[in-house]
C-alpha cells in the first residue's frame, strides 16, 4: 500500500518524506488555503517546492468546473512538474475532463467520490487515481471504509487499471483497515502515519532493555 500525504504544510511533507515511507502527496484548496496561499503564481510555486521535496505523484486541485477550464487549468498544472497529477472533481464535466486527461497521457485523481457508482464512472473515463472520502461519509453516518470495500471488489471485478485511493482518514485504524481490505494508496495527515509507530508495550520494553543495559554496565 502506498503512503501519501493529505497536507500542503512544507515542513510536515519534509517529515514524512524523512520518514522515508511516502509515495506521494495530495492537496485540495483547503488545504491550500490553510498554508495561505493564494494567487495563481503562488500556488503553482508552492507545487513546485512541493515537487522538489518528494519523488512523485502531487494532487494539484482544479478550480473551474467547467470542461474547458478544468482542461486548461489542468494543462498548466501538469507543466509545472512531471509529479503533478490533477485533481479533478466527481462531476459530469470532470469525468469528460478526465477521460480528455487520460487520452493526452495526463494522470488525474478524481476526487470528492462518496458512491460505488462514482467509482464506476471514474475508472471508465481512465482516472490513475480515485479518492473515495472516508471521514466525511462517517461523519454523517454512512460506513466509509465499507465504500472502500465496495469499490476494491468492484475494480478486481473488471481489471479496472485507476487505484484506489482512500481519502478523509481520520486516524490510524481507517489506515490499518483500508490495508486489509486492499487499498492501493492512502492519503492522510502526518500524525496518522507517526501513529504508527506507537505502541505501550514497544516504550516500556525499550525503557527495560536501557534501564538493564545500563545497569549491567554499572551506571
Ligand atoms: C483528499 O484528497 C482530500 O484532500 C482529503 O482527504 C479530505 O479530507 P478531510 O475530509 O479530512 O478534509
Same mark, same amino acid.
Given at each position: 500500500?502506498?503512503?501519501?500525504?493529505?497536507?500542503?504544510?512544507?515542513?510536515?511533507?519534509?517529515?514524512?518524506?524523512?520518514?522515508?515511507?511516502?509515495?506521494?502527496?495530495?492537496?485540495?484548496?483547503?488545504?491550500?488555503?490553510?498554508?495561505?496561499?493564494?494567487?495563481?503564481?503562488?500556488?503553482?510555486?508552492?507545487?513546485?517546492?512541493?515537487?522538489?521535496?518528494?519523488?512523485?505523484?502531487?494532487?494539484?486541485?482544479?478550480?473551474?468546473?467547467?470542461?474547458?477550464?478544468?482542461?486548461?487549468?489542468?494543462?498548466?498544472?501538469?507543466?509545472?512538474?512531471?509529479?503533478?497529477?490533477?485533481?479533478?472533481?466527481?462531476?459530469?464535466?470532470?469525468?469528460? $475532463?478526465?477521460?480528455?486527461?487520460?487520452?493526452?497521457?495526463?494522470?488525474?485523481?478524481?476526487?470528492?467520490?462518496?458512491?460505488?457508482?462514482?467509482?464506476?464512472?471514474?475508472?471508465?473515463?481512465?482516472?490513475?487515481?480515485?479518492?473515495?472520502?472516508?471521514?466525511?461519509?462517517?461523519?454523517?453516518?454512512?460506513?466509509?471504509?465499507?465504500?472502500?470495500?465496495?469499490?476494491?471488489?468492484?475494480? $478486481?471485478?473488471?481489471?479496472?487499471?485507476?487505484?484506489?485511493?482512500?481519502?478523509?482518514?481520520?486516524?490510524?485504524?481507517?489506515?490499518?483497515?483500508?490495508?486489509?481490505?486492499?487499498?492501493?494508496?492512502?492519503?492522510?495527515?502526518?500524525?496518522?502515519?507517526?501513529?504508527?509507530?506507537?505502541?505501550?508495550?514497544?516504550?516500556?520494553?525499550? $525503557?527495560?532493555?536501557?534501564?538493564?543495559?545500563?545497569? $549491567?554496565?554499572?551506571?
Amino acid at each position: 500500500m502506498k503512503f501519501f500525504i493529505d497536507t500542503a504544510n512544507l515542513d510536515e511533507i519534509k517529515e514524512a518524506y524523512d520518514l522515508g515511507v511516502l509515495d506521494g502527496v495530495t492537496t485540495n484548496p483547503s488545504l491550500m488555503a490553510k498554508e495561505g496561499i493564494t494567487g495563481d503564481d503562488n500556488v503553482k510555486a508552492h507545487y513546485k517546492a512541493i515537487c522538489d521535496i518528494v519523488d512523485d505523484k502531487v494532487s494539484a486541485e482544479v478550480i473551474s468546473t467547467d470542461f474547458d477550464g478544468m482542461i486548461k487549468e489542468g494543462k498548466e498544472l501538469a507543466k509545472i512538474d512531471d509529479k503533478i497529477v490533477v485533481k479533478v472533481p466527481m462531476i459530469k464535466d470532470g469525468v469528460k $475532463a478526465i477521460k480528455y486527461f487520460s487520452e493526452e497521457g495526463i494522470r488525474t485523481n478524481c476526487t470528492l467520490v462518496f458512491s460505488p457508482g462514482q467509482a464506476i464512472l471514474a475508472a471508465k473515463a481512465g482516472a490513475t487515481y480515485l479518492s473515495p472520502f472516508i471521514g466525511r461519509l462517517d461523519d454523517i453516518a454512512f460506513d466509509g471504509l465499507e465504500l472502500i470495500e465496495q469499490i476494491v471488489h468492484i475494480y $478486481a471485478n473488471y481489471g479496472y487499471d485507476t487505484q484506489v485511493l482512500a481519502a478523509s482518514v481520520r486516524h490510524t485504524m481507517h489506515l490499518i483497515k483500508c490495508a486489509e481490505i486492499g487499498a492501493d494508496v492512502v492519503t492522510c495527515p502526518l500524525n496518522v502515519i507517526t501513529g504508527l509507530l506507537n505502541h505501550p508495550l514497544t516504550d516500556a520494553g525499550l $525503557a527495560k532493555f536501557l534501564a538493564d543495559h545500563a545497569k $549491567a554496565a554499572g551506571k
